[in-house]
């Protein structure tokens, strides 16, 4: 079963773009890769969703190669409450059906 | 419509106990799934529903863990026996239909924190 994995921390100041990458080398040919954002003693908040190419909307842009393998979570102009750990989620087929979610980032916002 | 809701929030049991948690998915969500966290990690899939019916469950599904959703609206979990190594944060989801199996916007409730002493 192979893992879905992400950078384990990034660091960033207020107002940059932020791009995290998800690898995801056994997805699902009909699976959508979905984001998600959790804050401790909370449960994750979604985020974005994605089939291919690219989505965006009011807090996120999402971008996907055509062989849908990875995928990139991109944040425009963090602030100081964008500080949590990022995940994403995939569908995964081998044998049965499951959904992983990868090993998430820590994000951390400078002022 | 509130979103997820998970009863209790906090449970502290002792080794050996069973515990049972509650999950309520928002209204018109047909699917259900149930996710385990420790500390530090992602949270690891568990089971799902869609309605009544339990279409996958995990290996990390001992035979001491066991879920239901009997009226295809709020589910149970259920640990039997619980030991040290059941002490996690256990999360619901609840999803609109969606093509096939996807993992089609997953909203999740608070969790309930299990401490098993």
């Known amino acids: 079963l192979a893992k879905t994995t992400q950078p384990i921390s990034m660091d960033s100041y207020e107002g940059q773009e932020v791009n995290i990458t998800c690898s995801h080398n056994n997805i699902a040919t009909n699976d959508y890769i979905t984001w998600y954002q959790q804050f401790p003693s909370q449960g994750p908040r979604f985020i974005i969703q994605g089939y291919k190419t690219k989505v965006t909307n009011e807090v996120a842009s999402l971008f996907i190669p055509a062989d849908r393998k990875s995928s990139t979570l991109s944040l425009p102009r963090v602030s100081l409450s964008d500080t949590a750990v990022y995940y994403c989620l995939v569908g995964e087929s081998s044998g049965t059906y499951k959904y992983i979610f990868g090993t998430g980032t820590r994000l951390k916002v400078l002022a | ?117």
């Open chain 2, 1 to 117: 419509d509130t979103g997820v809701s998970q009863d209790p929030r906090h449970k502290i049991t002792k080794r050996g106990q069973n515990v049972t948690f509650r999950c309520d998915p928002i209204s018109e969500h047909n699917r259900l799934y149930w996710y385990r966290q420790t500390l530090g990690q992602g949270p690891e899939f568990l089971t799902y529903f869609q309605n009544e019916a339990q279409l996958e469950k995990s290996r990390l599904l001992s035979d001491r863990f066991s879920a239901e959703r009997p009226k295809g609206s709020f589910s149970t979990l259920e640990i039997q026996r619980t030991e040290q190594g059941d002490s996690a944060m256990y999360l619901c989801a609840s999803s609109s239909p969606g093509a096939g199996a996807s993992s089609y916007e997953q909203y999740f409730g608070p969790g309930t924190r299990l401490t098993v002493t």
